[in-house]
C-alpha cells in the first residue's frame, strides 16, 4: 500500500519554542488531515486541507498542503503543555481510505 | 452528540476465544472503519463500510469479520483470538458526502485488547 513518511519521528523541546514536522508521500493526494493523539485517547482532527497550496490555521497550528500534493507540514507556534502527544499525517486520494503516517511524537521537556 | 462510542475499554482474551469490539456513531455518517494501532506504530485499517450492508476489506482483515446492519452500527469479531492480536482498536466514521469536510473521520476513545 502507498507509505507516509513522517518526519521527525520524535521531538523534545522546551516549553515556548516552535515546533515543526512534516509527511512526505511517494504519491499525490487531493486531502491532507493533522490528528493528535493524547496517550489512551483515540485520534483527535486538528486540520484538514483540501487545496494544493492551502495554507490553514486553528489557533497556534498552522498546516500547509505542499504544492507537489506529496507533502504537507505542521507548525505549532509557542508549545505549551497540553500539546503533548502524538501526531498523525493522513492523505487521502480519490477513494474511501486514509493513509497515516507513522507519527511524530512530541515531548515538553520541563 | 456522543459521537463515536466503543465498548468495551479494555478486554483480555485466552488463545482461541472469541469476541466482538462494538462501535456506534450518532451523527448519521455513511462511512465507518476499523483500525488497529500496535504500540508505536500508526493506523491499519482492518474493515470498512460505505453504508448500512456493504463492508469491504482493508490492509490486515485477517481474523477479523464485520457486519454493518444499520447506519450507526459497526461491530469487529474476532473469532480465534491469537497473541498477534494483542493491541488497541479503534473506529471511525465518516460523512463521506459531497463536499469540503466529507472526508474527514472521526474516532472512537479505543478498545485495548489483550490475548494471552
Known amino acids: 500500500g502507498q507509505q507516509l513518511n513522517q518526519s521527525p519521528q520524535s521531538m523534545f523541546i522546551q516549553e515556548g519554542e516552535d515546533v515543526s514536522m512534516n509527511c512526505t508521500s511517494s504519491s499525490i493526494f487531493n486531502t491532507w488531515l493533522w490528528y493528535k493523539q493524547d496517550p489512551g485517547e483515540g485520534p483527535v482532527l486538528l486540520i484538514a486541507?483540501?487545496?494544493?497550496?492551502e495554507l490553514t490555521s486553528n489557533g497556534r497550528l498552522t498546516a500547509q498542503f505542499g504544492i507537489t500534493r506529496k507533502d504537507s507540514f505542521l507548525n505549532i507556534s509557542a508549545s505549551i503543555p497540553s500539546d503533548v502527544g502524538i501526531y498523525f499525517c493522513a492523505g487521502l486520494f480519490g477513494n474511501e481510505k486514509l493513509t497515516f503516517g507513522t507519527g511524530t511524537r512530541l515531548t515538553i521537556i520541563p | 452528540n456522543a459521537g463515536v462510542t466503543q465498548t468495551p475499554k479494555f478486554r483480555i482474551l485466552k488463545i482461541g476465544q472469541s469476541m466482538t469490539l462494538q462501535c456506534a456513531q450518532d451523527?448519521?455518517?455513511?462511512?465507518m472503519y476499523w483500525y488497529r494501532q500496535d504500540p508505536g506504530m500508526g493506523l491499519k485499517l482492518i474493515y470498512y463500510s460505505v453504508g448500512a450492508g456493504i463492508t469491504d476489506k482493508g490492509e490486515v482483515p485477517n481474523g477479523y469479520n464485520v457486519s454493518r446492519s444499520t447506519t450507526e452500527d459497526f461491530p469487529l469479531r474476532l473469532e480465534l483470538a491469537a497473541p498477534s492480536q494483542t493491541s488497541v482498536y479503534f473506529c471511525a466514521s465518516s460523512p463521506h458526502t459531497a463536499g469540503q469536510g466529507s472526508h474527514e473521520q472521526y474516532f472512537g476513545p479505543g478498545t485495548r485488547l489483550t490475548v494471552t
Open positions: 451523527m448519521n455518517h455513511n462511512y
Open positions: 486541507l483540501y487545496k494544493a497550496g
